[in-house]
Structure formats: structure tokens, C-alpha cells
């Protein structure tokens, strides 16, 4: 099937057909008809003269134009000019010339992936999916934190903020979903503050990540902070989002001043504004520290300091202290502000500590020798921490893969890696070409050594999370995989899938085998898709998507969290995680679309996919 034209081009070869078919006699007779009427320019002498000369011409032209090998049969049997000059060219109007789009335009069409009718039709699958699983959220569980698709029911297991609606709200703006911008939008509108005012505990990380990050998303997105793309009409105006994030994030800055050190306490009871630390005394090292893009943006758009100023303590303390080559242990204390334990790893409690390094030093303009500037350090020394202390090779077909150290870097290693490690390589992408694609950065000569290194680990990396989920009899990953090594193997822990090259590489232990419809391979997959253009990223994506939507879909609405990814058909769990509409379906919608739709040289990603601006200085 031929597709159709941009306009300009279709308006090109209109005007240029308009003039081809003119036959030499009619331009003659024209012409004479032309003369005819200026009868009295040629009664003076000069004049004559000038139509002598003009007559003579003419006659030499239609000589020269008739010569027998000068010209060529058209399609039509008509005769047209080959090499000679055309009578009509030199009489007739130049042709007018379409509308032309401006450079940039053109640009974002010819890259524009919607003008692919697949990608647009996939992109248009993850819409659908997204709808369904709101409507199953807003039928059975409305107002509540999570849906229960198997039980037809909501529960509260984020302290009862109507997590799913907030965590939701910007991934339906992006989308244009606008009925469902309207029914979350209302409902924030309506309950949010009432509720905030009311509630006992919530956790400081969640509350912040999911609902103060998906507020201020949203009040971005609908056209506050005088953004210019406003992405919706439809719900509140964006100054009711804004108030309820100042008075959520009010409540939540006693996690910093209840606590003796510029570590904040893991808790907060909402309605009395107060906080304490978890049960056993330990804040986890990611949760204290990935709470920094969202108090920075408030402080921004609020004109109030007081809550990046609290949050970049953490970050300024957390500098000061003793790392094992840049790499931290995953519990801190906030009664002494020392990080406990040896344990390292960049999955659960570790993860996003090194995402926000790098992420609010581009937050914050993404300059060296600026105020920040010991963020883009820090970072920089952790990768190369990880690359020489955590990355290995599988046997026999060698994946490579970020494993811990649960004794620090003087005991053994461990070969196991949290799904959850899979965000590293769209964070190890973006903080080499600064959100830049691969191409431009590499043309302008702007990739360090480390840069480049950090590169070649992302597409590896990018790998072995692809192959977690292909190896498994669902295609889709689980929660934890141990990669087999020359000191490490067990026997029988397969993934289900035979055909799968990676079988003996991954292992994968009994209780390690559900699947919560977690985010991260799908948000390196388009990260690594939007730095490096390369569409085998895409391709994974939709294979995993296919495979929720197979496997995860439940008849009666929304989607479930699985207890065994190993086998088909597979054990299921009841939850529809928040994150599934907040981060999983945002990320796949995003990598199958334009690349002009939050473009990662101007947007941040809190660690819940809720996109921030970059600050311009
Ligand atoms: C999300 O809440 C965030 O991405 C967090 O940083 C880690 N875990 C979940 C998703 O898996």
C-alpha cells in the first residue's frame, strides 16, 4: 500500500505539473494574444524594433525545439524537451512554492515514530491497556491505594492517599486520556486534602515518590509553573494540584526535623504532622535519598526553600561520609546519621540512591563547577565502583549483570540481581549523553571515557534484564535472578523457557518467581530506545507488553501481579500495583511514540516516572 505524501510534497508535484504539459504552438499564440494587446507600444520605431527582434527569437526557438534527436515520446505519446530549452519556461509565471514546514518540523515528522502506522498501532495497544486498567481500578476500587482485580476489591497498603489515582493522573495527560484526566483530576480535587488532614502513617519515600511526585507531574503538565505545553483541558487547574502537594510535603518535612541528623526518619502520621523512625530504627539509604527532585521542584514552583533545602541535607551529609569505592551500604541511621551495615547492592534499598545522584545534578541544569557538582562526582565514582566491584559475567553464554556484596567488598560475592537493578541501565544512558541522543553526543564530542564505559555497560545490562524475561515460560521476568558463575551454579531453577540460549544462565529460586508488573526493563528499554535509536529496544518492549497482556490481564478488569512467572498457565497473585499505571504502561507508551513528547534533554524522571522539568540556568 502506497503511503500517502507529506503535504508539501504532494503540493511540489501539483505545481510542477501544472506547467509541463504546455505545447510550444499555445505559448506562440499566447504570446502573439499578449502582443496584440500593446498595439501602440509598437507603433514607434523602437518598439518595431523590439518586436522584430522578439519575433525572429521565437521563430529560432520552435527550429531548435523540433530537432529529431532532441526529443522524447512522454508516457502520453506527447512530445517534451530533453536538453533543449523550453519555449514555455522562459514566458511562463515561476511556480508557486507550497508551504514549506519549518526545519524543526520537518524534523520532528520525518523521526516522528507515529507516522509508522505499526508503532502507532502498538502505541495505541498500551493506550487501550492503560484504559482497561483504570476502568478496573475505578469500578471496584475507587478512592482506594491499590486494585485487587481478582477480588473485586481496593485495600489500603500505602496508607489510604488514593495512591493509584494520583500515581495515574500524568500518565493519562500524556496519553490524552482526558475522561480519565477529569475522574482522577475530580477526585483529587474532592478528597486529597480531606484525607491528607486525616491519615495515620505513610511511608516519607512512597508518599513522596508516588503522590507529591505525580501532583506536582500533573500540575506541570495541565500548564502551571507557565509551562508551554500544556498537556490537558481537562480535571482541576493546576494551582489545586500545586496546593495539595505544599500541604502533603508540609506534613512530611517533620520526617527531617523530628530526626537529630539531616537523615530523615522513614515515617510520618500524617494528620499530627509528626514522624519517627521505622521499626528497627534504620531509614534505607535509597528511601532517605531519592526524595530530592520532588522538594527541589516544589521549593521551585512554591517560591519556598524550606523543602529542597531539608531535602538536600541528606545528600550534602551523605557526601561526607565513608564509602566503599563510591559504593554505600543500603541502611542509614538517622539517630546517627552513619550508614549500618556492609550490605551493598543496587537493587532493593539501594537502587535509587545512585539514580538521584545523577538525576538532580541534571534537575539542577546538569553543569560541572557549579553548586552540584559533587552530585555528578559522587555518581561518577559509584559506576566506576560498580564496574569494578559488581559487574560479572554469566556462564556458560555470558550475560553481564550487577551482583551485591552483602559483606561489603572484603567478603564474598553474590551473584543475585533484583529486577528492580534494572532501571542502571537507563540511568547509566542518560547520565552519559546528559539525555542527548548517543549520535549527537558522539558527533559534538561530549562523551567522557567514564561516559562511554557507563554506555557499553547500559546496552549490556539492558541484555540480561531482556533475557530475565525471556527466559522464563511466561516471558515475563521475576522479581529476583541469580546468574550461574564459575564459583556459583545450581541445578533444576530454570525458567521454564527451553528455547531460550540464556536457559543455564539464569537461575531462578522458588521464592523469587512472581512478577509485580514492575517498571524497570521497560524504562531502560526506552531510554536506551531514545539515546541510542536503535529499535531493537522496541522490539523487546512490545514483546514484554505482549506477554503482560497475555498473562496479567484479568477478565473482569485490570491487571494482577503473578506468584510464578515459570509456568503457563501461571499461578496468579491479586494486586494492580500503583506503578503499573504510573510507571510500566507511561514507559512502554513513551518508547513506542515521538521522541518530542517529554524529551530527555528538558524532563527528569522521578523514580515513579513522574517527569519533572529541567531547571534552565
Ligand atoms: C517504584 O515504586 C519505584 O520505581 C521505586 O524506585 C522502586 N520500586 C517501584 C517499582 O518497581
Given at each position: 500500500?502506497s503511503?500517502?505524501l507529506?503535504?508539501?510534497?504532494?503540493d511540489?508535484n501539483?505545481?510542477?505539473a501544472?506547467?509541463?504539459?504546455r505545447s510550444?504552438?499555445?505559448?506562440l499564440?499566447?504570446?502573439?494574444?499578449?502582443?496584440?494587446?500593446?498595439?501602440?507600444?509598437a507603433?514607434?520605431?523602437?518598439?518595431?524594433f523590439?518586436?522584430?527582434?522578439?519575433?525572429?527569437?521565437?521563430?529560432c526557438?520552435?527550429?531548435?525545439?523540433k530537432?529529431?534527436?532532441d526529443?522524447a515520446?512522454?508516457?502520453?505519446g506527447?512530445?517534451?524537451?530533453?536538453?533543449?530549452?523550453?519555449?514555455?519556461?522562459l514566458?511562463?509565471?515561476p511556480?508557486?512554492?507550497?508551504?514549506?514546514?519549518?526545519p524543526?518540523e520537518?524534523?520532528?515528522?520525518?523521526n516522528?515514530?507515529?507516522?509508522?502506522?505499526k508503532?502507532?498501532?502498538?502505541?495505541?495497544?498500551?493506550?487501550d491497556?492503560?484504559?482497561?486498567?483504570?476502568?478496573?481500578?475505578?469500578k471496584?476500587?475507587?478512592g482506594?491505594?491499590?486494585?485487587?482485580p481478582?477480588?473485586?476489591?481496593?485495600v489500603?497498603g500505602?496508607?489510604?492517599?488514593g495512591a493509584t489515582?494520583?500515581?495515574?493522573?500524568d500518565?493519562a495527560?500524556?496519553?490524552?486520556h482526558d475522561h480519565?484526566?477529569?475522574?482522577a483530576?475530580?477526585?483529587?480535587?474532592?478528597h486529597?486534602?480531606e484525607?491528607?488532614?486525616?491519615?495515620?502513617?505513610?511511608?516519607l519515600f512512597?508518599?513522596t515518590?508516588?503522590?507529591?511526585?505525580?501532583?506536582?507531574?500533573?500540575?506541570?503538565?495541565?500548564?502551571?509553573?507557565n509551562?508551554?505545553?500544556?498537556?490537558?483541558?481537562?480535571?482541576p487547574k493546576p494551582a489545586?494540584?500545586l496546593?495539595?502537594?505544599?500541604?502533603?510535603?508540609?506534613?512530611?518535612?517533620?520526617?527531617?526535623?523530628s530526626?537529630?541528623?539531616p537523615?530523615?526518619y522513614?515515617?510520618?502520621i500524617?494528620r499530627?504532622?509528626?514522624?519517627?523512625p521505622a521499626p528497627?530504627?534504620?531509614?534505607s539509604?535509597?528511601?532517605v535519598a531519592?526524595v530530592?527532585?520532588?522538594f527541589?521542584y516544589?521549593?521551585?514552583?512554591s517560591?519556598d526553600?524550606?523543602?529542597?533545602t531539608?531535602?538536600?541535607?541528606v545528600l550534602?551529609?551523605?557526601?561526607?561520609?565513608?564509602?566503599?569505592e563510591g559504593l554505600?551500604p543500603?541502611y542509614i541511621s538517622?539517630?546517627?546519621g552513619?550508614?549500618?551495615?556492609?550490605?551493598i547492592r543496587?537493587g532493593?534499598?539501594g537502587d535509587s540512591y545512585?539514580?538521584y545522584?545523577?538525576k538532580?545534578?541534571?534537575?539542577?541544569?546538569?553543569?560541572?563547577n557549579s553548586n552540584?557538582?559533587?552530585?555528578?562526582?559522587?555518581?561518577t565514582?559509584?559506576m566506576?565502583?560498580?564496574?569494578?566491584?559488581?559487574?560479572?559475567?554469566?556462564?556458560p553464554?555470558?550475560?553481564?549483570?550487577?551482583g551485591e556484596?552483602?559483606?561489603?567488598?572484603k567478603?564474598?560475592?553474590?551473584?543475585?540481581?533484583?529486577?528492580?537493578v534494572?532501571?542502571?541501565?537507563?540511568?547509566?544512558?542518560?547520565?552519559a549523553?546528559?539525555?542527548?541522543t548517543?549520535?549527537?553526543?558522539?558527533a559534538?564530542?561530549?562523551?567522557?571515557f567514564?561516559?562511554?564505559?557507563?554506555?557499553?555497560l547500559?546496552e549490556?545490562?539492558?541484555?540480561a534484564?531482556?533475557?530475565m524475561?525471556?527466559v522464563?515460560?511466561t516471558?515475563?521476568?521475576?522479581e529476583?535472578?541469580?546468574?550461574?558463575?564459575e564459583e556459583?551454579?545450581e541445578?533444576?531453577l530454570?525458567g521454564?523457557n527451553?528455547?531460550?540460549?540464556?536457559?543455564?544462565?539464569i537461575?531462578?529460586?522458588?521464592?523469587?518467581?512472581?512478577?509485580?508488573?514492575?517498571?524497570?526493563t521497560?524504562?531502560?528499554?526506552?531510554v536506551l530506545?531514545r539515546?541510542?535509536k536503535?529499535?531493537?529496544?522496541?522490539?523487546q518492549?512490545w514483546q514484554?507488553?505482549?506477554?503482560f497482556e497475555?498473562y496479567?490481564?484479568v477478565?473482569t478488569g485490570g491487571?494482577?501481579s503473578?506468584?510464578?512467572?515459570?509456568?503457563?498457565?501461571p499461578l496468579?497473585?491479586?494486586?494492580?500495583?500503583?506503578?503499573?499505571?504510573?510507571?510500566?504502561?507511561?514507559?512502554?507508551?513513551?518508547?513506542?511514540?515521538?521522541?518530542?513528547?517529554?524529551?530527555?534533554d528538558?524532563f527528569?524522571?522521578n523514580t515513579e516516572?513522574h517527569?519533572?522539568?529541567?531547571?534552565h540556568?
Open positions: 500500500m503511503k500517502s507529506p503535504y508539501s510534497v504532494k511540489v501539483y505545481d510542477n501544472k506547467f509541463r504539459h510550444p504552438l499555445k505559448v499564440s499566447q504570446s502573439m494574444l499578449t502582443l496584440s494587446t500593446k498595439r501602440n507600444y507603433s514607434c520605431s523602437t518598439g518595431k523590439l518586436m522584430l527582434i522578439l519575433i525572429f527569437g521565437i521563430g526557438l520552435l527550429l531548435i525545439s530537432g529529431p534527436n526529443s515520446p512522454n508516457e502520453k506527447k512530445v517534451t524537451f530533453v536538453g533543449g530549452l523550453r519555449l514555455g519556461k514566458l511562463r509565471k511556480p508557486r512554492l507550497p508551504p514549506r514546514l519549518s524543526d520537518g524534523q520532528l515528522r520525518a516522528g515514530s507515529n507516522s509508522d502506522p508503532w502507532a498501532a502498538r502505541q495505541q495497544s498500551v493506550k491497556a492503560f484504559d482497561y486498567a483504570w476502568s478496573g481500578y475505578r471496584y476500587a475507587m482506594y491505594d491499590e486494585l485487587m481478582i477480588s473485586q476489591r481496593g489500603d500505602l496508607g489510604g492517599l489515582v494520583v500515581d495515574a493522573l500518565t495527560m500524556i496519553m490524552g480519565i484526566v477529569s475522574e483530576g475530580a477526585w483529587v480535587e474532592a486529597l486534602l484525607r491528607i488532614s486525616q491519615k495515620d502513617q505513610v511511608n512512597e508518599t515518590i508516588r503522590v507529591l511526585g505525580g501532583l506536582l507531574s500533573a500540575y506541570h503538565l495541565s500548564g502551571g509553573d509551562s508551554t505545553m500544556n498537556m490537558t483541558h481537562n480535571g489545586v494540584y496546593n495539595v502537594a505544599k500541604d502533603l510535603a508540609d506534613r512530611l518535612l517533620s520526617a527531617f526535623s530526626s537529630p541528623t537523615v530523615p522513614s515515617d510520618v500524617l499530627d504532622s509528626t514522624a519517627h528497627g530504627g534504620m531509614s539509604t535509597a528511601e531519592s530530592q527532585l520532588e527541589n516544589l521549593s521551585a514552583v517560591g526553600p524550606k523543602y529542597s531539608e531535602a538536600m541535607k550534602a551529609h551523605i557526601k561526607t561520609l565513608p564509602k566503599t554505600v543500603i538517622p539517630q546517627s552513619e550508614f549500618v551495615g556492609e550490605n543496587l532493593s534499598r545512585y539514580e545522584l545523577i538532580v545534578w541534571l534537575q539542577q541544569g546538569g553543569k560541572l552540584f557538582t559533587y552530585l555528578h562526582d559522587m555518581y565514582v559509584a566506576k565502583g560498580v564496574r569494578h566491584l559488581l559487574v560479572r559475567k554469566s556462564i553464554k555470558g550475560l553481564v549483570f550487577v556484596l552483602p559483606y561489603g567488598s567478603g564474598e560475592f553474590s551473584p543475585k540481581m533484583d529486577h528492580l534494572c532501571f542502571l541501565p537507563g540511568t547509566l544512558a542518560l547520565g549523553t546528559k539525555g542527548l548517543k549520535e549527537k553526543a558522539l559534538e564530542n561530549l562523551l567522557s567514564e561516559d562511554l564505559e557507563n554506555l557499553k547500559a549490556e545490562l539492558a541484555k534484564c531482556f533475557e524475561y525471556e522464563t515460560a516471558g515475563l521476568a521475576p529476583i535472578a541469580y546468574f550461574h558463575t556459583y551454579s541445578d533444576g530454570e521454564g527451553k528455547s531460550s540460549m540464556y536457559a543455564k544462565d537461575i531462578i529460586h522458588q521464592a523469587d518467581r512472581h512478577n509485580l508488573l514492575r517498571p524497570e521497560v524504562e531502560s528499554l526506552f530506545y539515546l541510542t536503535d529499535t531493537k529496544y522496541r522490539d518492549g514484554i507488553f505482549e506477554a497475555k496479567t490481564k477478565k491487571y494482577t503473578l506468584d510464578d512467572v515459570t509456568e503457563v498457565p496468579r497473585r491479586d494486586k494492580m500495583e500503583t506503578f503499573f499505571l504510573g510507571e510500566t504502561l507511561k514507559y512502554l507508551y513513551l518508547l513506542f511514540g515521538d521522541d518530542s513528547v517529554i524529551p530527555l528538558k527528569v524522571f516516572a517527569p519533572l522539568p529541567i531547571k540556568t
